[in-house]
């Protein structure tokens, strides 16, 4: 790194009460988190079942058209239910992360290609990321499906508010190591960083669909063998090198 404060950082150095602290960070964050995708939604239907229970009931609103009222108010239930459902659906894509995450397809992964499907992994992604020297020819230890999502997600939130274009240096820490650094024109990473300091987002207040899967992917990077450090300006990734072919 380059010396100035570390925001956040995830990997399996972290040892003793760290471990431990960033576990009950974990579990406070996803509570909360579910509270508030939940609890909101939940009220609305209430408040609109009791409304629609009053309008169908003894006809002292002063309408003739009872049942129309009904339908109306209905559709804004079902309205909410789907809302619930999306919600579902993001959280059995998660879960799915995480049970996927038992089994690992550890490979060496060529860089190009791994930017390339980062890129290209969502048609929806509105950011753009290069390699800052094409001609890299480092190979990386990873699965590569688990990796291309969890950096994706990571590159969405880093550009939520900012949408020039993400670079890409690589370098060699050493024989077994290789570092990746993000960098952009006017990068802000607090966001990201607050985001993933587990240990903090037990009391965050604002929560999204978008913030949960990122949290789960924090939480799986040491899984795949990534260490991942985020300065005020900057977003590092060091990934074990590639596999040695064994001679026969």
């Known amino acids: 790194m380059g010396g100035e404060e570390i925001l956040a950082r995830i990997g399996k150095e972290i040892i003793g ?18 509270s508030h995708l939940f609890r909101n939604k939940i009220t609305a239907m209430g408040g609109l079942c009791r409304r629609i229970d009053k309008i169908a009931g003894a006809g ?23 809302e619930i459902e999306k919600i579902l659906i993001q959280f059995d894509r998660a879960l799915a992360d995480i049970k996927k995450a ?3 397809n550890i490979e060496n992964i060529p860089l190009t290609r791994l930017i390339h499907e980062i890129q290209t992994e969502n ?17 990386l230890l990873t699965d590569r499906r688990k990796t291309v999502k969890a950096i994706c ?30 960098k952009q024109s006017g990068m802000n990473t607090e966001n990201l960083a607050s985001l993933l300091n587990i ?9 999204s669909l978008s913030d949960f899967v990122v949290i789960i992917s924090s939480c799986l990077l040491p899984e795949l063998g990534i260490k991942m450090e985020i300065e005020k300006t900057l977003v590092e990734f060091t990934f074990h090198g590639p596999r040695e072919s064994k001679c026969k």
């Open 17 to 34: 009460k760290e471990i431990i602290e960033t576990q009950i960070g974990t579990i406070d964050y996803l509570l909360n988190l579910l």
């Open 60 to 82: 002292n609103n002063g309408h003739s058209d009872n049942c129309q009222k009904c339908v109306e108010k209905t559709r804004n239930v079902l309205r909410e239910a789907r």
């Open 102 to 104: 038992t089994v690992l």
């Open 123 to 139: 048609p929806n992604n509105d950011f753009l990321i290069e390699l800052e020297d094409p001609q890299t020819e480092f190979t």
């Open 153 to 182: 997600r990571m590159v969405q939130k880093l550009t939520e508010n900012n949408k020039e274009l993400i670079t890409v240096d690589a370098t060699r820490v050493n024989q077994k190591k290789i570092k990746i650094s993000l």
């Open 199 to 207: 240990r903090e987002n037990g009391n965050a207040k604002n929560h």
